[in-house]
């Protein structure tokens, strides 16, 4: 019996650390993951660049988006985003896996008018039903040019 424990505790002293290292609790959240968001908060996220998916665009084609978002914490869920155009939803996409890091995210395309001249968008996280607008990098603009529609700064 005493063989046993002395196993069992060396072996937790020489194992132990190496879970620690290994980040164990990235695994272990994963399957404790609460409701939608699993833990993700709102205020963790931020929007680094949003873009077209075929960039220009053209007037009565369909726009697809890209985005990266930051997620600064430690934990892991799905959400759902969206992209607004004022109050208008321009896209949206439901059930996104978000992970710590960046991720990047495509949006599928869909029918949009551009109606104004002045076109920005906004992106916006719903967790359990709770939509919040997030922090992004810098404003996004769409300006018109010779080829269409426009999301990039060159």
Known sequence: MRKIVWVIVMGLVFVGPGFAQGQVDKII???????????????????????????????GERVGFRVTIVNDSRRSGRVS??????????????????????????????????????VCFTVEVDIEGRRRPLVAAKEFCARRTFSGWTLSDK
């Open 81 to 118: 985003l969206l992209i607004k155009d004022r109050d208008e939803v321009v896209n949206e996409t439901r059930g996104v896996a978000i992970r710590p890091g960046e991720n990047r995210i495509d949006f599928p395309e869909r029918h949009y008018r551009f109606s104004r001249a002045d």
């Open 29 to 59: 959240d994963r399957f404790f993951e609460k409701g939608e968001g699993g833990g993700v908060l709102a205020r963790d996220l931020r929007v680094l660049e949003l873009e077209f998916l075929r960039d220009p665009v053209q007037e």
